[in-house]
C-alpha cells in the first residue's frame, strides 16, 4: 500500500504539472521539444534589435534585414530609465516608442520577444534602472526589498497593460510571443542567499501573475520557478539544459562577439565557429535557437553607455611645477624690504563620470549594411535548420559515433521525416566519416547538415556567402570643417559653487544630472618649502573610486563614484599633506553644458574662437562647426582619429583586429538627424585633440570575394539532388553582391577544375534601378582551391 500510495503522489504531481504547462496559453505553450504556437511546434531563430540604440527611421529597414536573414522573432529589452526619467514622469516618444517598435515587427509578419527585466545590464546606464530609484527611502535594488518590488511591480505592470492595450501580445493576435522578467539573476542570487531565492520566487509570481497568455522566460537562473522558463546565454549552449524535463531547451544569449573597450583590444568571433555553436546546440535538443546577442548592436546615444568603471581623474594641476613658472604665481617680491609670506595655491580636479565599454564589432548588421560573411553564413544556416525543422521537433535524436571525434545526431519524425548532424570536433583535421551507406568530408571543427539524412545542405566551417570589405570614405566638402573654438572655464567661482568640509561622492552629489563633478581646494605654500631650491617638486597622489553609473554586481546602487581620497601631497618639509579633510568647493557640471552650447541658440550666446587657436590641442574645449547633409542613402559617420578622449591605442600583442588604431573611431550620423543644410555639429574634447583632422565619411562595399571548394555544399545544390533531378555531384557556386547602389568597376576571378567537375561563378552585379545577372566561368589548374 504505501508503495501504491507513492506512485499515486507521482501520478498527481505530474497531472498537475500538465495542467499548468498548457495553461500558459491557448495559443503559445511550449513543452520539452519547442515553443508551440496554435498547436505547432516551432523552431525559432532570433536576433536582439535594441530600439533605442537606432533611431526609428532605421527601424523598418533592420527588421526586414533581420527577416531577410532568417530570423523569425526580434528580441529586445525595455529600458526603465530612458522610459520614465524621473517618478511617474513618462517617456514613450523619439526612439524610445516601443509601441512603434513593436507594430513595425507584427508588420514585417516576424514574432517579438520582450525582455521587460526591468532590470537589463546591457551594457546600458546603471542596467536600465533610473537612478532616481537609489534614492527612495529604504531601497536595496534587486533582492527581496519592498520598496524595490513595490517599485518593479508599478513598471512592469505598465509595460504589460501598455502592450495588452495595443493587441500587442500573441494571445490578442499581436507579435509578442514571450516576455522576460529579471535578468542573469541566478549568479547574483548565488551570493545574496536566501533573500535573493525569495525574490526570485516573487518576480516569477508577479510576472506569471499579470496574465500575458505568453510564457515568460528567465535567463541564467537555474531555480526559475514553474511554470517560467529557465534560458541560457553564453558563446556556447549546447551542455545547458532546463531545470524540469517539460520545458524547452532556449538560448536568450548567444554572444556573437563582444564589446569593445576603450584603450583594449577589438574582440572578433569568426562567422565560423558562431555557425558551428547554433548547430551544435540544435543537434543537442535546442528549440529556441540563440537569440543572436547582437544581431544590430546600434549606438549608445546620450549618456546611456554602461559597465564596468575605472578611476579617472582629470587633474588640472598634477604638478606644482606646472604652478610655479613665475613669480606673479607666487605674490613676487618687489623690493629687499618687502618680508615673503605664504601663497595658496589652486588645486582643481575634475571627476568624469564616463563609460568604459565603447562599441561592438560583434553585430550581424552594421549600420543599416550587412556585416559580411557573418550575415549571409547565418542565413544559409537559418534555411539548413528550416528545412530539418519537422524531424527535430518530432523527439530526441539518435547519437551514433563515427569516429573518436566525430558523431551523428539523427532526428526522425512518425511521418517518416529524417534530419541528421554529422559534427567533426578536431579542431585540426578533416575527417572523412561513413553514414548511411555513403561518405562524408568534414572540415574541422564543423557540423554538416542533411535535412534528407542524405543530401548534404550546410556546413558550418564552409562559407558560402561572400566576405565583404567595407571603406570609409570621406565626403566631398569644399574646404572640410570650419571649426570655432570654446574654452571651458575652470575657475571656482559662480552661482552654483557651494563649500563643504572633506570629499563628496560623485553620483549622489550631481545626482546624475552631468558626467562632470569639480573638485576645488587652496593649498598653502611656505616660501621655506625645500622643494623650491632642490627642484624636487611634490607628487599629487588622488584615489578615484571610479567614474561610471555601475551596472552590475549585489547592490550596484551603494557602490561610489568620484574623488574620495585620499588625496595628499607628498614632498614637503612636513613629509605627507593630506588635503582630504580640508575645505573643497564643487560645481556640478560644465559651464558649456549649463549654457547648451549644442543647441543652436545655446551656441549662440558665446563668443568662439577661431584660427590658430582651434589646433592648439587644449583639454576642456568645445568646438562647433555646420555643414550641409550629403546626398545619397549611405551611412555616414564622423571621423574622430584626430581627437584625443577615447582614442586610445593598445599593443599589437594583444590585437585581434585594427591593430595600432583607436578602438573608437567612428561615430555613427543617422540619416534622419539631417536638414538639408546648416547641421550643427558640436564637440567637447576631455585631453585635448586637433579638430581640423576630423572628417564625415561614408560607409560603403569597398570590395567583395568568396572562397569555394569543390565539394562545397549549397541550399540550390541540396534542393536538385533531394528532389531526385540529379543523382551527381553538382558545382558548387558563389554569388558576389555589390554594396546597395553600387557598380562593380572590377572582376578577379580564379576557378578550380578539378575531376569532379567545374567551378561556377554567378557575379550579381547591383546596378540603379536594375538588377544584372552575369555568368563567367574559369579555370585555373593546379590550385586548391578558388577565391
Request: glycine share 10%.
Amino acid at each position: 500500500m504505501k508503495k501504491l500510495a507513492m506512485c499515486n503522489n507521482v501520478l498527481v504531481v505530474f497531472w498537475l504539472l500538465g495542467l499548468w504547462v498548457c495553461s500558459v496559453s491557448a495559443s503559445v505553450s511550449y513543452d520539452s521539444k519547442a515553443i508551440t504556437i496554435n498547436g505547432q511546434r516551432r523552431i525559432l531563430i532570433s536576433g536582439s534589435i535594441h530600439y533605442p540604440r537606432s533611431s526609428p527611421e532605421m527601424w523598418p529597414d533592420l527588421i526586414q534585414k533581420a527577416k531577410e536573414g532568417g530570423l523569425d522573432v526580434i528580441q529586445t529589452y525595455v529600458f526603465w530609465n530612458g522610459h520614465e526619467p524621473s517618478p511617474g514622469k513618462y517617456y514613450f516618444e523619439g526612439n524610445y516608442d516601443l509601441i512603434k517598435f513593436v507594430k513595425l515587427v507584427k508588420q514585417a509578419g516576424l514574432y517579438l520577444h520582450l525582455r521587460i527585466g526591468p532590470y537589463v545590464c546591457a551594457e546600458w546606464n546603471f542596467g536600465g534602472l533610473p537612478v532616481w530609484l537609489k534614492y527612495i527611502p529604504g531601497i536595496n535594488f534587486r533582492t527581496d526589498n519592498g520598496p524595490f518590488k513595490a517599485q518593479m511591480q508599478k513598471f512592469t505592470t505598465k509595460i504589460v497593460n501598455m502592450m495588452k492595450a495595443e493587441g500587442l501580445f500573441e494571445s490578442q493576435g499581436g507579435p509578442i510571443i514571450l516576455s522576460q522578467i529579471e535578468n542573469e539573476y541566478g549568479p547574483m542570487e548565488y551570493e545574496l542567499g536566501a533573500p535573493g531565492q525569495a525574490y526570485t520566487k516573487w518576480a516569477a509570481n508577479m510576472a506569471v501573475g499579470l496574465g500575458t497568455g505568453v510564457p515568460w522566460v528567465m535567463c541564467k537562473q537555474d531555480d526559475a520557478p514553474d511554470p517560467v522558463i529557465n534560458t541560457c546565454n553564453g558563446f556556447y549552449c549546447d551542455y545547458f539544459s532546463p531545470n524540469k524535463p517539460y520545458k524547452p531547451k532556449m538560448w536568450t544569449e548567444a554572444w556573437t562577439g563582444w564589446y569593445t573597450e576603450f584603450g583594449g583590444a577589438v574582440p572578433y568571433r569568426p562567422a565560423e565557429d558562431l555557425a558551428f555553436s547554433v548547430a551544435r546546440f540544435i543537434q543537442k535538443g535546442g528549440s529556441f535557437i540563440n537569440n543572436y546577442y547582437m544581431y544590430h548592436g546600434g549606438t549608445n546615444f546620450g549618456r546611456t553607455a554602461g559597465g564596468p568603471s575605472l578611476p579617472q581623474v582629470m587633474i588640472m594641476m598634477l604638478q606644482l611645477m606646472n604652478m610655479i613658472h613665475t613669480e606673479k604665481s607666487w605674490g613676487a617680491i618687489p623690493d629687499c624690504c618687502q618680508e615673503p609670506s605664504s601663497t595658496y595655491v589652486e588645486l582643481v580636479l575634475l571627476a568624469l563620470h564616463h563609460e568604459a565599454r565603447g562599441s561592438s564589432t560583434a553585430n550581424v548588421l552594421a549600420s543599416g549594411l550587412l556585416r559580411q560573411p557573418k550575415w549571409g553564413h547565418l542565413k544559409d544556416l537559418h534555411r539548413a535548420i528550416k528545412l530539418c525543422e519537422p524531424a527535430l521537433v518530432s523527439g530526441d535524436p539518435a547519437v551514433i559515433p563515427l569516429g573518436n571525434y566525430q558523431e551523428a545526431h539523427v532526428f526522425k519524425s512518425t511521418s517518416g521525416a529524417c534530419a541528421a548532424f554529422l559534427a567533426n570536433y578536431n579542431q585540426g583535421s578533416f575527417s572523412r566519416v561513413a553514414f548511411g551507406n555513403m561518405h562524408y568530408n568534414l572540415p574541422p571543427w564543423s557540423i554538416s547538415i542533411l535535412p534528407d539524412c542524405k543530401n548534404t545542405a550546410y556546413n558550418t566551417a564552409r562559407l558560402g556567402a561572400q566576405s565583404a570589405r567595407m571603406k570609409m570614405s570621406p565626403v566631398p566638402m569644399h574646404g572640410g570643417f570650419t571649426w570655432q573654438a570654446y574654452s571651458e572655464e575652470t575657475d571656482s567661482e559662480g552661482d552654483n559653487t557651494f563649500t563643504m568640509v572633506g570629499l563628496l561622492e560623485q553620483i549622489n552629489t550631481t545626482r546624475d544630472a552631468s558626467d562632470y563633478l569639480w573638485y576645488m581646494t587652496d593649498v598653502n605654500i611656505d616660501p621655506s618649502e625645500g622643494f623650491l631650491k632642490s627642484g624636487q617638486y611634490p607628487v599629487l597622489t588622488v584615489l578615484s573610486a571610479g567614474h561610471a553609473l555601475h551596472n552590475v554586481g549585489p547592490h550596484f546602487e551603494t557602490w561610489n563614484a568620484g574623488i574620495l581620497g585620499p588625496v595628499t601631497l607628498n614632498g614637503l618639509n612636513e613629509g605627507r599633506r593630506d588635503l582630504s579633510w580640508q575645505k573643497w568647493s564643487y560645481k556640478i557640471g560644465l559651464k558649456g553644458e549649463a549654457l547648451g552650447l549644442h543647441s543652436l541658440s545655446g551656441s549662440s550666446s558665446v563668443e568662439w574662437a577661431q584660427g590658430s587657436f582651434v589646433s592648439q590641442r587644449q583639454p576642456l574645449m568645445w568646438y562647433k562647426t555646420t555643414f550641409n547633409a550629403p546626398a545619397g542613402n549611405s551611412p555616414l559617420a564622423v571621423d574622430m582619429d584626430s581627437m584625443g578622449k577615447g582614442q586610445e591605442t593598445f599593443s599589437e600583442n594583444k590585437c585581434l583586429s585594427n591593430c595600432g588604431e583607436a578602438s573608437q573611431r567612428w561615430y555613427h550620423v543617422p540619416r534622419s538627424w539631417l536638414n538639408p543644410t546648416g547641421n550643427l555639429l558640436v564637440l567637447l574634447e576631455e585631453w585635448g585633440g586637433d579638430p581640423n583632422g576630423i572628417s564625415l565619411v561614408r560607409r560603403k562595399v569597398d570590395s567583395v570575394c568568396a572562397d569555394i571548394y569543390e565539394w562545397q555544399p549549397t541550399l540550390m545544390n541540396y534542393m536538385m539532388q533531394a528532389s531526385g533531378k540529379v543523382n551527381k555531384p553538382l558545382r558548387p557556386k558563389a554569388h558576389l553582391a555589390c554594396g546597395p547602389w553600387q557598380k562593380s568597376r572590377q572582376l578577379s576571378l580564379l576557378a578550380l577544375e578539378h575531376q569532379k567537375g567545374l567551378v561556377e561563378t554567378i557575379v550579381k552585379e547591383a546596378v540603379t534601378p536594375f538588377t544584372h545577372m552575369m555568368l563567367l566561368t574559369g579555370f585555373v589548374l593546379g590550385r586548391t582551391g578558388a577565391q
